[in-house]
């Protein structure tokens, strides 16, 4: 099966830690998840952020690292992860559609909602941190309405 997962940050350039060791971290507190899932003989392929000297594309335990760029600027940060995470995937599926795509939490949930639908994909999400009934006026409500009417 083919997985590809999308998270703001990604091993070893997490918000949790810089340091460096054997752990693939993804978010959603499964620490071992992507190396698991690899081992299990799935295709797995993560999109995360370019950060610091992180390299564009890499591999660990046969896990696709995808790092996209983004704007360091506190207001632009989100946008541009958003619109190139999008925009990456949409590629990524144009060339080789997954069975699967996760988003580890809110952050990874937005960018894959409009490219699941386009090409049919089916997506788990786990919208830690993202009330669907508080917060931003309903928005997170009203964006997967907008999204299912598509």
Not at 78 to 100: G, N, V
Request: proline share 4%.
């Amino acid at each position: 099966m083919k997985i590809t997962l999308l998270h703001l940050t990604y091993y070893p350039y997490t918000e949790e830690s810089e340091s460096e060791g054997d752990e693939i971290y993804l978010g959603s507190g499964k620490p071992e998840m992507c190396k698991f899932l690899s081992k299990e003989g799935h295709d797995v392929r993560i999109i995360s952020r370019k950060i610091a000297d992180s390299n564009w594309v890499e591999e660990r335990h046969n896990v696709k690292i995808y790092r996209v760029p983004f704007i360091d600027l506190p207001i632009l940060r989100f946008f541009s992860w958003f619109i190139t995470a999008m925009m990456l995937l949409s590629y990524l599926e144009l060339k080789s559609r997954s069975d699967i795509i996760i988003g580890g939490d809110w952050s990874g949930t937005y960018p894959a909602l409009l490219p699941s639908k386009l090409f049919s994909v089916s997506l788990i999400y786990n919208m830690l941190g993202a009330s669907l009934t508080e917060g931003c006026s309903g928005l997170s409500e009203k964006i997967y309405t907008l999204v299912e009417r598509i």
